[in-house]
């Protein structure tokens, strides 16, 4: 944690997830009933913790450059709230939304800046996710800018922290070190049959949560209220607000250490898949970017992610159909969806830490027929 304070100069509240903080920071600045605009490209559970808070979630125009909210089509007055995405570490227009409520989902966005000026310091709060560049496997830090809002928020976060165990903690350490040990060795493949067939990969509708309408229909009318939400919110993680003892935070903390150290290497990758011709056009705005992941736009992307896994490269992080497309009762729709569909059907977020080891098979892809 002290890393992300010292980047941001903010106040730091430590959580057991990112998904946890969004939600706090949702609750503690935006009034139940409020507009909140957001991506429709996001993580699965983002739209949950929304609708958990009260909120009611405006899906925004995607920008086929970055994927992120394309701020030339979106009416501000209309909304009461931003939440930005900064999809795979690709910076949201952040000084675009002064004036409104701002919560940064930083998760992909820890070492990003934007005009010099580090992602998670434009808004009210800034969110960090510990399992994304540190590859933790678990945690969450929210940066506020006023301590007394991080007593607040303290406060509210110790109310929904559940109990913890040693053995949860130890398998929320030993599965990522795992998981970085069979990249390293390039035995990708049998580490996803072996997660499959543990069960530590969860049956999804497509790339997304099955809705259960009926069922949420019957939990957001005990919203606001983060519980009624939790067979939704917690996917894929289902510790992502149980209480963390001190080898997970010894973990966390390693694996935070190391994140600087390793800029190199990731700014390296992104720089050698920023050559190709399929990468999103916002790749090459500035190539010292250490992004999370780098945003390829190709023609047949599900073949495309089959070969890379047998090239010993995991892709995840596809977020697919749009928020607007995967749950149109419980949101109010995009006007203009399609470049949104587009990117979802198209995206291929690459690793930049195994950039080399994935070359030969996106050397090989082509850019989309069409267009958005």
């Known amino acids: 944690m002290k890393y992300i304070a010292e980047r941001t100069g903010r106040h730091c509240l430590s959580l057991p997830s990112n998904r946890l903080g969004l939600y706090l920071a949702l609750r503690h600045w935006c009034l139940p009933g409020q507009r909140l605009l957001m991506s429709p490209i996001s993580a699965d559970e983002i739209l949950f913790l929304v609708l958990a808070a009260?909120?009611?979630?405006?899906?925004?125009?995607?920008?086929?450059?970055?994927?992120?909210?394309?701020?030339?089509?979106?009416?501000?007055?209309?909304?009461?709230?931003?939440?930005?995405?900064?999809?795979?570490?690709?910076?949201?227009?952040?000084?675009?939304f002064a004036g409104k409520i701002l919560i940064e989902d930083v998760a992909h966005a820890l070492e990003s800046d934007l005009g010099g000026r580090p992602l998670g310091t434009f808004g009210q709060a800034g969110v960090f996710s510990l399992s994304k560049h540190p590859g933790a496997g678990s945690g969450g830090v929210l940066a506020v800018e006023r301590e007394?809002?991080?007593?607040?928020?303290?406060?509210?976060?110790?109310?929904?922290?559940?109990?913890?165990?040693?053995?949860?903690?130890?398998?929320?350490?030993?599965?990522?070190?795992?998981?970085?040990?069979?990249?390293?060795?390039n035995r990708v493949r049998p580490a996803l049959v072996l997660s499959r067939l543990l069960g530590l990969q969860e049956e999804r509708q497509g790339f997304r949560i099955a809705l259960r309408e009926r069922e949420l229909r019957r939990a957001l009318k005990r919203v606001p209220a983060l519980p009624p939400l939790d067979p939704w919110v917690r996917a894929d993680l289902h510790d992502y607000r149980a209480r963390r003892g001190p080898v997970v935070?010894?973990?966390?903390?390693?694996?935070?250490?190391?994140?600087?150290?390793e800029r190199a290497r990731r700014v390296a990758g992104v720089r050698l898949l920023a050559g190709l011709p399929t990468v999103a056009p916002a790749v090459r705005d500035d190539l010292d970017r250490p992004l999370f992941r780098v945003p390829l736009l190709v023609r047949d992307r599900d073949a495309a992610v089959a070969e890379l896994e047998r090239h010993g490269v995991?892709?995840?992080?596809?977020?697919?159909?749009?928020?607007?497309?995967?749950?149109?009762?419980?949101?109010?729709?995009?006007?203009?969806?399609?470049?949104?569909?587009?990117?979802?059907?198209?995206?291929?977020?690459?690793?930049?830490?195994?950039?080399?080891?994935?070359?030969?098979?996106?050397?090989?892809?082509?850019?989309?027929?069409?267009?958005?």
């Open 54 to 96: 009260g909120l009611r979630p405006v899906i925004a125009p995607l920008s086929p450059r970055d994927g992120n909210i394309d701020v030339s089509r979106v009416d501000l007055d209309a909304v009461d709230a931003v939440l930005t995405t900064n999809l795979y570490g690709l910076p949201d227009d952040a000084p675009a």
């Open 148 to 185: 007394s809002d991080l007593r607040a928020l303290a406060y509210a976060r110790d109310a929904l922290l559940t109990r913890g165990s040693m053995l949860a903690d130890l398998w929320s350490v030993v599965t990522p070190m795992a998981r970085r040990t069979a990249l390293g060795l």
């Open 249 to 261: 935070r010894w973990y966390q903390a390693r694996r935070l250490a190391e994140v600087p150290r």
């Open 314 to 372: 995991s892709t995840g992080y596809l977020y697919d159909p749009p928020y607007d497309d995967y749950a149109p009762a419980f949101t109010e729709r995009s006007p203009h969806p399609g470049p949104a569909r587009w990117w979802a059907r198209h995206v291929l977020p690459v690793d930049p830490m195994y950039a080399e080891r994935s070359l030969p098979v996106l050397h090989r892809l082509e850019r989309p027929a069409d267009s958005p």
